[in-house]
């Protein structure tokens, strides 16, 4: 099958981006968005031309590495299956393909579709993780965590930190993102301990580097992992949690 590309093309984040145009006569519907662009820089290579710069790693939808947003919407037309999964069975009769990077003001663009996702780093740093004491793990059974809470705390916890979530956003917010992190700690007993000093220090991160929720829902829209929309509250409620009782659990 014939498919066109309009790829995105930028030298750097300084640089005046623009978009090429280019043709992979050979692509079969069993190929993957990433696996399109693969053959695509090979054309590039044989004929003397810069390959196109894009990130991946796993390609089994688990990293979150791969994000590039296609004909409007970030991933692909598959609902809940980040880029690396979206097939070009998926989309039909659809012979023409604009492929650009992720957008938003939070996420400069290093290379052609390459972006820099460190500010969802800095909102891990400021409280997307656990503070306990190494050694010896303990058993499982020491610590009692029911089924229910448990199973809810994975689903938050499948977010794999893609960052489509803010680039679907009109307003640019990571609360989906911040969200699901804050809810899956804050159901768990080593997480509950620092419940309060956790929440605050995400919202503080979340407002200096990313936009204000208005709850639109676009970023439950595009999410490859599911994460519902619940997560947003959770930012909020978390928040109000910590500002109440003034302590860190």
């Excluded at 676009?218 to 009782?245: D, K, S, T, W």
Aim: glycine share 8%.
């Amino acid at each position: 099958m014939r498919i066109e590309l309009e790829v995105w093309r930028q030298d750097g984040p300084r640089e005046r981006g623009r978009f090429e145009t280019h043709v992979v006569d050979d692509a079969t519907p069993e190929m993957s968005l990433l696996e399109l662009l693969d053959r695509l820089n090979d054309q590039l290579a044989e004929s003397g031309e810069e390959p196109i710069q894009f990130e991946s790693d796993c390609r089994e939808g688990a990293c979150g590495a791969c994000g590039v947003t296609v004909n409007d919407v970030p991933h692909g037309p598959v609902p809940k299956t980040p880029s690396c999964r979206q097939h070009l069975r998926a989309f039909g009769a659809v012979s023409r393909l604009r492929i650009e990077p992720l957008r938003s003001a939070a996420y400069p663009v290093v290379r052609d579709l390459v972006v820099d996702r460190s500010a969802l780093d800095r909102l891990i740093q400021a409280g997307g993780h656990v503070d306990i004491m190494t050694g010896t793990a303990p058993d499982a059974d020491d610590v009692l965590l029911t089924h229910d809470d448990a199973e809810l705390a994975l689903d938050f916890a499948a977010c794999i930190g893609c960052g489509a979530c803010v680039a679907a956003c009109p307003n640019g917010a990571a609360h989906l993102f911040a969200g699901a992190k804050l809810a899956h700690l804050a159901l768990t007993p080593h997480g509950r301990l620092e419940r309060g000093r956790r929440a605050l220090a995400v919202v503080d991160q979340l407002d200096a580097e990313f936009g204000p929720c208005s709850t639109y829902g676009e970023c439950v829209e595009v999410c490859p992992a599911g994460i519902p929309l619940a997560a947003v509250a959770a930012v909020h409620r978390e928040r109000l949690r910590g500002v109440f009782r003034g302590r860190a659990d």
